[in-house]
């Protein structure tokens, strides 16, 4: 993928391309060939979410940390950051599931509970906001802005 992602100039537009460069970079990952760095990764993950291909930013997310698990290597916070976002703006996923997802990535993953981190808790306030938005219980307007607040 670093041969095919060297800058955001070079990451093509059109959905079908994209698509086939995040299974080819999913692909390699699962294989256990390295790619990019992080500004390649991040730049490359923002293009799919341009695109509301949030299913692929998702998978390549996943596959990245599970390569990192499996070389033993820290996985960095950013990065589940950006799989709890992928997660919790996925059309393809229902609203009740991505939802709570996202929150449990948050919980298990970047300490939500006593983090201090602002993007680790516009997040969280995120994900309620959207959450009310769907489901219209109270709690969870009350729960967005006491993370919102707090960030």
């Known amino acids: 993928m670093s041969e095919q992602i060297k800058n955001e100039t070079q990451i093509p537009n059109d959905k079908k391309t994209l698509i086939e460069m995040a299974r080819s970079a999913i692909r390699s990952y699962r294989g256990g060939v390295k790619d990019s760095n992080d500004a390649e990764f991040k730049d490359f993950v923002s293009n799919l979410e341009h ?28 990065w589940y950051q950006m799989l709890a976002k992928s997660t919790y703006k996925d059309s393809s996923l229902p609203a009740d599931f991505k939802f709570d997802k996202a929150i449990s990535i948050l919980v298990e993953c970047c300490n939500l509970l006593q983090s201090e981190d602002c993007e680790t808790l516009g997040l969280a306030g995120a994900v309620y906001k959207r959450k009310w938005q769907y489901d219209f219980q109270h709690k969870n ?9 707090k960030g």
Do not use: N, P, T
Not at 52 to 75: A, N, P
């Open 141 to 149: 307007l009350v729960v967005s802005r006491y993370y919102y607040k």
């Open 51 to 78: 695109h509301d291909l949030f299913e692929y930013s998702v998978e390549l997310i996943l596959s990245k940390i599970e390569y990192h698990q499996r070389l033993g290597e820290s996985v960095k916070l950013k």
